[in-house]
């Protein structure tokens, strides 16, 4: 086995080992907590894939504001000592089974597809390039996304102010 | 077996990342701390231990890890223990990037990243998450709050940071560090933009929870903040983490505004060390010198004044590099 192929490996099993957590944990503190090794397993398969730039939004992003975010959420929150909240329902075994379909569908996707490599030279890849694409082609869907969290944001001020 | 070797130079180098900020950074920067507050309040400072007191956080470790660990009974046991490692940890990582000085095979550095200033942005992030479990975990609403405040002064802090962090990469055109430091071998940063420089040291003395934007460990509300709950080696190591920190953000100065390595006659190791630890002077200073503010005042400054000053200086920054570059 290759040096590549052992590190993918590892951090898919990083990655999954906390994702288990992550739905299966009784403390809702642990599942946030649990989902930095996930993101950052993430991040390291992104390194793997010669992706640093997303990899270290994936970092910026994820393990660094929005878990911190979840954090904050479930801290303010009336009951936030995380104890006493039930994270499974009834329709625990109907999502498992969802979940299991799911990736047996997505296993067989992936082995039937024959995955051809390219020819050619890769694409440049820097951050100065990702940004002409966001600025030049990629414009209309850029400035959308910054719409919806735009809206998103005043709506959550707006729910949050209402007693005032 | 190019792995292997890299595995290798990886663990070497943590090694000796973390040696150098536990000895030079957080031992040495603890007794410097001693001794600047001393200074300005007309005190002598530790004075016994060594010649001139020099081993007095030697010694002061080595209390620290004769100490009993103690969990409090209704903490989180792993929440509270990891929160130890995820501190000094996310501090350590900062510093892969930052270039310490050039010798005749290039400059002296981890590893020169192509997101260099990313990756920095990134890495000391992470240090919320550590603070806030540390709060969380300790069962004590005195850490709780501590750690709550910090996540809010860290979050809102970061953005300023980042947002100068923007600026100096569209003066160099890049975000690798090398290259930053490269492009200020006429003329350092600082003078073209010192709005961005006075920003940046605002927002790392709060990013770092010092004075006077210590309300996350302020002493005569909440204990100690989000560490109140530890004791001895772990204490320790959120000291590691602090200043680590601290370090890791005046050499992410030094190296953005500074001009790094570059300075005449001396070498250029020699003049990143001085440059860090005037700026390390700075940071002393003004926190034995000024009170501590409100967290009100403190994220309002944040959110009405650092962020829209950093942006119109951004603003003002892109006009102008795509002028000179039409």
């Known amino acids: ?164 | 077996m190019d792995w292997i070797r890299d595995i290798l130079r990886a663990v070497v180098g943590t090694i000796i990342i973390f040696s150098a900020v536990a000895f030079i950074a957080v031992m040495f920067g603890v007794l410097l701390e001693r001794k600047v507050s001393a200074w300005m309040q007309s005190r002598l400072g530790p004075k016994h231990v060594g010649p001139q007191g020099l081993l007095q956080t030697v010694a002061d470790t080595i209390k620290l890890l004769q100490k009993e660990n103690i969990v409090p009974t209704r903490a989180d046991p792993i929440i509270f223990a990891s929160a130890v490692i995820i501190v000094p940890l996310a501090a350590l990582l900062d510093y892969v990037v930052i270039p310490f000085g050039t010798t005749r095979s290039g400059p002296l550095i981890f590893r020169d990243l192509n997101i260099g200033v990313l990756y920095f942005a990134a890495t000391s992030s992470l240090v919320v998450i550590g603070i806030l479990m540390a709060g969380w975990g300790s069962n004590n609403k005195y850490a709780l709050l501590g750690g709550l405040r910090s996540a809010a002064q860290m979050v809102t802090y970061e953005i300023p940071i980042g947002l100068v962090l923007v600026t100096v990469a569209l003066m160099a055109g890049s975000l690798s560090t090398v290259t930053i430091v490269n492009g200020q071998a006429r003329l350092w940063y600082i003078v073209a933009q010192p709005v961005a420089f006075l920003v940046f040291l605002i927002a790392a003395t709060a990013e770092v929870n010092r004075a006077p934007f210590d309300l996350v460990e302020a002493e005569s509300e909440l204990v100690a903040g989000y560490f109140s709950e530890y004791s001895g080696m772990r204490f320790a190591l959120f000291q590691l983490g602090e200043y680590g920190e601290m370090f890791a953000l005046a050499a992410m100065a030094v190296t953005l505004f500074l001009g790094g390595w570059h300075g005449p006659v001396l070498p250029p190791v020699l003049w990143f060390v001085i440059k860090l630890y005037a700026l390390i002077f700075v940071f002393m200073w003004v926190r034995w010198t000024y009170p501590r503010i409100r967290i009100d005042q403190m994220l309002n400054f944040s959110w009405k004044v650092l962020i829209p000053v950093s942006v119109l200086n951004l603003i003002v920054t892109a006009f102008f590099v795509v002028m000179a570059h039409r």
Not at chain 1, 129 to 137: D, E, K, W, Y
């Open chain 1, 1 to 164: 086995m290759s040096g590549e192929a052992i590190v993918f490996y590892l951090l898919a099993a990083v990655t999954l080992a906390s994702g288990v957590i992550v739905v299966t944990s009784e403390n809702i503190v642990h599942s946030a907590a649990a989902l930095v090794p996930s993101f950052l397993g993430v991040t390291g398969l992104y390194i793997l894939l010669n992706a640093e730039f997303v990899a270290g939004i994936q970092v910026l992003i994820y393990a660094g504001a929005i878990t911190v975010l979840i954090l904050f959420a479930i801290m303010l929150t009336e009951g936030g000592t995380g104890f006493g909240t039930r994270q499974r329902n009834e329709q625990a075994a109907v999502g498992a089974a969802v979940a299991a379909a799911m990736a047996v569908l997505l296993i067989v996707i992936a082995t039937r597809t024959g995955w051809t490599a390219g020819s050619g030279t890769l694409p440049l890849y820097t951050p100065g390039v990702i940004g002409q694409s966001f600025l030049r082609q990629n414009i209309l869907v850029f400035e959308g996304t910054s719409v919806v969290l735009l809206i998103s944001l005043m709506g959550a001020i707006l729910i949050a102010r209402r007693e005032d």
